[in-house]
């Protein structure tokens, strides 16, 4: 038995969906950027080692582009602000990019 939010996310029914899509829900949220940088916190923390900034940025930009929202309901209330919070993710990257140079 595999873990349904487990990356890739791979429901086998509408429950799962359901539990896939909340593990997943903040990325169409307004309060995503917050949410992602209390991630990276968490992550240090559990690892005990420091991520760059520019690392994290990239591997959830990653994420965000290859996640799909399972259900209808957060296809329809999700996807366009998971698309803007996308595009706030990259301009951070790339501003981040253009400070180390």
């Known amino acids: 038995m595999q873990l349904a939010t487990k990356l890739p996310q791979r429901p086998a029914n509408l429950l799962e969906s359901i ?28 690892l005990k080692t420091d991520i760059p900034v520019a690392s994290w940025l990239a591997g959830s930009a990653k994420l965000m582009r290859s996640h799909h929202f399972c ?8 996807a366009a ?17 253009k400070a180390h140079q």
């Open 19 to 46: 539990v896939c899509d909340a593990d997943l829900y903040h990325f169409g949220t307004i309060e995503f950027a917050g949410k992602d940088a209390l991630m990276l916190q968490e992550t240090r923390h559990r």
């Open 71 to 78: 259900t209808s309901y957060c296809q329809d209330k999700l």
């Open 81 to 97: 602000q998971k698309q803007e919070n996308l595009r706030e993710l990259e301009a951070r990257m790339q501003a981040a990019s």
